[in-house]
């Protein structure tokens, strides 16, 4: 889409999406950057109409020197093919994000409750019973069925 944002052909959504990524990604800035000025050099050499001339003479440091516009343009469409490539390869290797379904959020919030529910319970037979072997075995029941909550962490760090 950088590509596309740059030559200014996305739409107003579309763009104000790219903005937003630019402002925190440095990494899209420099790529940004880089095609743009790609973009530049090309657009320099088609208005001037150095692109139906045969050969440029510009002095460089004192001396003359004979600059051909196809080495130019095989430049910037280089660096562009390399922009290109990045932005595709960064596109295509960059995890997905999964998005979570309301059922999902509910289904881990009743877990969460359920579990936390079991450990305040079991805490409660830790303090009144002195039977360290059950609470030590409600204690790896709500790591082993609710591994992921708070609660499990807390039970592990009680065995």
């Known amino acids: ?3 596309d944002y740059a030559d200014g052909q996305l ?3 579309e763009s104000n999406k790219v903005a937003e990524h630019l402002a925190e990604c440095e990494h899209c800035q420099r790529i940004l950057d880089g095609l743009q000025r790609s973009l ?3 657009g320099i050499v088609w208005e001037d109409g150095l692109a139906e001339t045969k050969e440029i003479r510009a002095p460089i440091h004192g001396k003359v020197r004979k600059l051909r ?3 130019y343009a095989a430049i910037a469409a280089g660096i562009l093919l390399v922009v290109t490539t990045s932005i595709v390869w960064y596109t ?6 999964k998005e979570l379904s309301f059922a999902e959020i509910e289904r881990k919030i009743t877990e969460s409750g359920n579990a936390a529910r079991l450990l305040v319970a079991t805490e409660l037979l830790a303090e009144y019973t002195d039977d360290e072997a059950f ?3 409600q204690y790896r029941h709500i790591i082993e069925v609710y591994p992921s909550t708070a609660a499990a962490a807390k039970a ?4």
């Open 69 to 71: 516009w196809p080495r």
């Open 92 to 97: 295509l290797m960059r995890p997905a994000k």
């Open 11 to 13: 739409s107003p959504s």
């Open 40 to 42: 530049e050099l090309a």
């Open 135 to 137: 609470v030590k075995q």
């Open 1 to 3: 889409m950088l590509v």
């Open 156 to 159: 592990r760090s009680r065995i």
